[in-house]
């Protein structure tokens, strides 16, 4: 087992790889006068027998690679579908896009855009986005996961290395755990502490537990603040005098789940400035 160490200091990146025992270095891609303000330890199991330093180093820096290629496909990706489907139900209820405006409008004002700090005074806005990642979950199948062991969960047998896909868009979309289930309806959260962070398995957007999503937080914070500043700065109209009950929801479905179709629509500025 080798553990690698990344560090950052300013713009230089480097990375080390430490025997897993006495955590004694063994390489470096990186010079010597490299302090590391910040780092992170990831294990990592190897297989392969490294014949020189060059042939390991082009292993270290692969993985590395994969590593920010996931995260940022994680990351980018799902909150742009998760927006783009928020902003789409929002033109299709005039009425819940009204009632979104006049309470940024209560508590920003139409002098300035929403910020960060604005967003824990949003209940509705909070609302809005429940409802949206409800009907649509950007990973409608979450993510595969494997039994490590048998075990039984509510009667069901799941046998060790079995595969288990689970059906977070059909679980938001179940007919006995909501009401008018298909209807984009934010006030259903009125009075309950059903939230998207894992703890309600009828609201799982992110997952649940130890491999939920890590972003998780980040993204929330990235939904409502731009979901809000869409919707406080502009109006939304469809473009062709199209009604919005017009407007095509396709889904585009496979592991993620986005709009099958670029959702179009007009802006008209509305602030004050
Ligand atoms: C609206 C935005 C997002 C949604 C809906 C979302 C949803 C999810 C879901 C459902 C999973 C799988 C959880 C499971 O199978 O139990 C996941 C995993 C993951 N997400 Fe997100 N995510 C979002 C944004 C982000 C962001 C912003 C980041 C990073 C900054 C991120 C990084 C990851 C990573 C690294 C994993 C894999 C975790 C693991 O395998 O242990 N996600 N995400």
Redesign the pocket.
């Known amino acids: 087992m080798f553990y690698l160490k990344m560090e950052t200091e300013s713009r230089t990146l480097s990375m080390s790889c430490w025997d897993s025992s006495d955590r004694k270095k063994l390489t470096s891609t990186a010079s010597n006068e490299t302090r590391s303000k910040q780092s992170s330890w990831y294990s990592y199991v190897s297989h392969h027998v490294f014949l020189d330093e060059q042939s390991f180093l082009a292993e270290l820096i692969e993985i590395y690679t994969r590593l920010l290629q996931?995260?940022l496909a994680?990351?980018m990706d799902?909150?742009a579908a998760?927006i783009d489907w928020t902003l789409a139900e929002l033109i299709r209820h005039p009425r819940v896009t009204k009632k979104l405006q006049t309470e940024i409008e209560s508590v920003v004002g139409m002098k300035r855009m929403v910020e960060e700090s604005d967003l824990e005074k949003l209940e509705y806005l909070n609302m809005v986005t429940k409802e949206s990642?409800r009907l649509h979950?950007?990973?409608p199948l979450?993510?595969p996961?494997a039994a490590r062991e048998d075990c039984t969960v509510n009667g069901f047998h799941i046998p060790k290395d079995a595969r288990i896909l689970?059906n977070?868009w059909a679980i938001g979309r179940g007919r006995r755990v909501w009401t008018d289930a298909d209807k984009f309806y934010p006030e259903r959260f009125v009075g309950t502490d059903i939230d998207v962070r894992g703890q309600n398995f009828q609201l799982i957007?992110?997952?649940?537990?130890r491999?939920?999503?890590?972003?998780?937080q980040?993204?929330l914070t990235?939904?409502h603040l731009v979901v809000a500043q869409l919707v406080h700065c502009f109006d939304w109209d469809l473009p062709d005098e199209m009604l919005p009950t017009e407007l095509d929801m396709a889904e585009d479905f496979g592991l993620v789940c986005p709009r099958a179709n670029n959702l179009l629509a007009i802006p008209t500025w509305r602030l004050d400035t």
Do not use: E, K, Q, W
């Open positions: 996931d995260m994680a990351a799902s909150s998760t990642f979950p950007v990973a979450l993510v996961h689970i977070a957007p992110f997952g649940s537990g491999r939920g999503c890590p972003g998780m980040l993204a990235m939904v």
